[in-house]
Structure formats: C-alpha cells, structure tokens
C-alpha cells in the first residue's frame, strides 16, 4: 500500500547552517543504499524533509533492511502522499489509510495534525478534532486515547500532505562523509570491521588497509577481507582497499628480532605503513578493533608501544569493548559469520609461544635498529606494490 517514505533525522537537524550539507550527504546515502535494490527510487529533499518514492513496483522489506543500514536517518516512516483537495477528500484519505493499514480496528488512536503551510484554512486543533470524529464515524470499534495511543495518526499538511503512523526505527549517527575520512586496519577477524562500522557511524568515510602474507596466508583469506569490506560499504559506502604485500617485511622482522617482539615490531609496521596511505589519500585517522587486554598485543604498554609510531590519531572505538559485545554488534551488523571463516591471519603464522605482554619502548626501539640497513627499502617496496580495490557493497 505504500509508494513513498518520509525520511526522519535526528542529530543532523541541529546542525545550523550546515544543515544543508548533512541533509545533502544523507541523500547520497540513501540514494547509495539503494542502488541495489530492485526497483526505480527518487530522494528528495523537501522543506526539511526527506522523501524516498518508488517510481515501480518494490519489495517493501528489501527497501526497509536497505534504509536501515544509512547512518543518520532515526526513522522510516511509510508515508501516503496526497494532494490537498480540500478537507472532507483528507478525511477520506485518511480513512482509507487506516482502513488498509489497521485490519482489526480494535485500538485506540489519536490524531496529530501539523500544518507547515500556514494558509491552511483550518488549525492544528481544529483538524485534530475534525479527523477524530470522522474516524470514529468510520469505525465503530476505534476509540480515542489521547495520551497512549495505539495509533498516533500523522497528518502533515505542507505543499502536500503525509499521512503516517508508523516509525520504524533507523540506526541513528551522522551521514557518512559529514566527518571527513579514516583508515581502517581491516584484518580477517571479528573486532576491525566493527570498528569500521562504528566510525562509519560517525559519518567519517572508510578507506581500509589488508596487510597479506602469501603464500602464508592464501588468496581465500584475501577473499574473506575483501567479502567483510563489503559487508562495511553496506554502511559505509564504497570502500577503497589497499591491499599490502607485507611477507618480506614480516620474514625479515622474523630473522631479525626476538621472537617475543615479533607481533609488536610487526604492528609498529602495519601502522607505519597505514599511516602514509591515510596522508597520501586524505584520512585523518588510523581506526583499528583494538580492546585494552584482549590479546598480549593490546596490553596497555603493547598499545602505547604500538601507537608511539603513529603521529596520526589512532581511533579504537572497541577498547573498552568485551569481545562478548563485540561479537554481539558484529552479529547485529551481518559481518560476524563471514569474520569466523577459518582462514588464517598473517599476524597468527609467526605468532610467538610467549609474546611479550609488557614491552619495553627502548627494547623494541633497540631491537628495529637490527632493520635498519633493508627496512627502509621493503617499506618502500610494499607501499608501491600495493593493489588497491574498490570494494562496493552488494
Ligand atoms: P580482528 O578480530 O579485527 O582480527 P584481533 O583481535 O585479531 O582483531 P589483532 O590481530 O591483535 O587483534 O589485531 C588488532 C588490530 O590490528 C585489528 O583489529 C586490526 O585493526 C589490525 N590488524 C591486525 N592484523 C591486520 C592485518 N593483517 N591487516 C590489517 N589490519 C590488521
Ligand atoms: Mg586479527
């Protein structure tokens, strides 16, 4: 029964003078999200409204799941649109809208009428008043409650007029590209992607980094990145992955350094290298699925030791996260069975038996210098070899 949807924004409202801009960025999400979906669409935005209206037939859960991924929008409301002909053909309007969307019509209702066109020859008051009764009129079973009720009959007279009673609940945030860019370190795993989302939320663009080792790690583990960088850019947008030959870099650090440090000095490496791609590329941030204690690399001192490389912020929106809840969003969000796939990691290959928990600063400081004569090089070398896809959700 429904054609259109009246869009609803929260946080964005309040932006001042740069309403515009949140409101423009929004469309593009909207019209973004939907590009997959079956059917033809026009966003628009109308006097501080957005409206989605099908031009051709559609599927109404694939439309809803499709607007439930748009950070900004606080809620879809399926909406009638019609044309003021006067008020008795808005009485019958609306009662046919309930008429269709209420089958059982025991329930309780009330009408709130809102007029943003002021030359309305009635008020608010008095086409609450009007509708209620015609309602009633219509059908015996409905009764008023003003203050619980079942229906809240939304009537908005503007250049048109909506009718609608119902809002379905959206993810909230900020449209993505309000608040500028990040890089995301996306691994394999559980944590980065739901870091990404929840940055994206945020309404900060996601450019992602994969650091591979082949032929330790395979092509399919590769894949599975690729496959969570999708599931993102349902969210997120496009997203623009740099995919980082990092196997000579880790074999070298291998050879090299002490087992136990391994895992740091590689990750003292990984940001190195994410950080000159987000400057090359306009990111003013690093994210990463860290969570303080999760790992021997994610102690407070492996963190510090890790982030005395970047001069970047480092945005880690897990780390007071327990994985339990993380898992729980990653679920939510549709990555979690795609991040369980068994493929390895890079980082779990040459993981030492007894990684260093409490890393010292000036030991690991010590132990790069023994890099010093090839690193600068293969740095190099990685930075330049790397491929970069752009990854489109589906
Ligand atoms: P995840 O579940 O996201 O893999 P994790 O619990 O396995 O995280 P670590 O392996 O210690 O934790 O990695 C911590 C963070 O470092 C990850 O969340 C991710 O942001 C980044 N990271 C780790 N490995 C890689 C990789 N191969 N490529 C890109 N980023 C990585
Ligand atoms: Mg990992």
């Known amino acids: 029964m429904f054609k259109a949807f009246l869009i609803k924004y929260g946080e964005i409202g309040i932006k001042g003078k740069n309403r515009h801009l949140f409101e423009d960025a929004l469309v593009q999400q909207i019209k973004y999200a939907l590009k997959s979906v079956e059917g033809e669409f026009v966003t628009s935005k109308e006097q501080g409204r957005i409206y989605v209206e099908a031009l051709t ?11 439930q991924c748009v950070f900004g929008i606080v809620g879809i409301c399926p909406v009638v649109i019609t ?7 808005l009485a019958e309007d609306v009662i046919s809208y309930l008429d269709k969307r209420y089958p059982d019509k025991h329930k309780t209702f009330k009408v709130n009428a809102r ?5 309305y020859p009635m008020s608010s008051m008095e086409i609450n008043a009007a509708l209620g009764e015609k309602i009633l009129q219509a059908f015996s079973e409905m009764k008023v409650d003003v203050h619980e009720p079942q229906i809240l009959v939304n009537v908005e007279i503007r ?6 009673s119902e809002v379905i609940p959206g993810p909230g945030g900020m449209p993505v590209g309000t608040n500028g860019k990040g890089m995301l370190l996306l691994s394999g795993g559980i944590d980065s992607p739901v870091a990404g989302y929840m940055i994206a939320k945020r309404g900060v663009k996601i450019d992602a980094v994969y650091f591979h ?6 092509e399919r583990a590769k894949q599975k990145v690729i496959d969570l960088a999708k599931l993102v850019a349902k969210y997120a947008g496009p997203v623009y992955l740099k995919v980082v030959n990092f196997t000579d870099i ?11 440090e391994l895992t740091i000095i590689m990750r003292r490496y990984m940001m190195r290298i994410a950080e000159h791609f987000a400057a090359e590329t306009g990111s003013l941030g690093l994210i990463t699925g860290e969570s303080i204690g999760q790992v021997a690399s994610q102690t407070m001192q492996s963190l510090a030791a890790t982030n005395e490389v970047c ?3 480092v945005y880690r929106p897990l780390i007071g996260f327990d994985k339990q809840e993380i898992i729980a969003v990653s679920e939510r969000i549709g990555t979690y069975e795609t991040s369980i796939l068994p493929y390895e990691d890079c980082c779990t290959i040459f993981v030492a038996k007894h990684p260093v928990t409490k890393p010292s600063l000036k030991i690991i400081r010590r132990s790069e210098m023994r890099l ?10 990685a930075v330049e070899t790397a491929e970069t896809i752009i990854v489109e959700s589906e």
């Open 57 to 67: 037939e559609f599927d109404y859960d694939e439309v809803m799941e499709h607007l």
């Open 83 to 89: 044309e003021d002909e006067g008020f008795d053909k």
């Open 115 to 119: 007029r943003a066109r002021k030359n």
């Open 159 to 164: 250049g048109r007029i909506n009718i609608y």
């Open 213 to 218: 080792a082949p032929p330790y790690t395979s």
């Open 250 to 260: 880790q074999m070298y650090i291998y050879e090299q350094c002490p087992h136990e």
């Open 311 to 313: 001069t970047m912020p």
């Open 372 to 381: 010093k004569e090839k690193i600068d090089e293969m740095v190099k070398t």
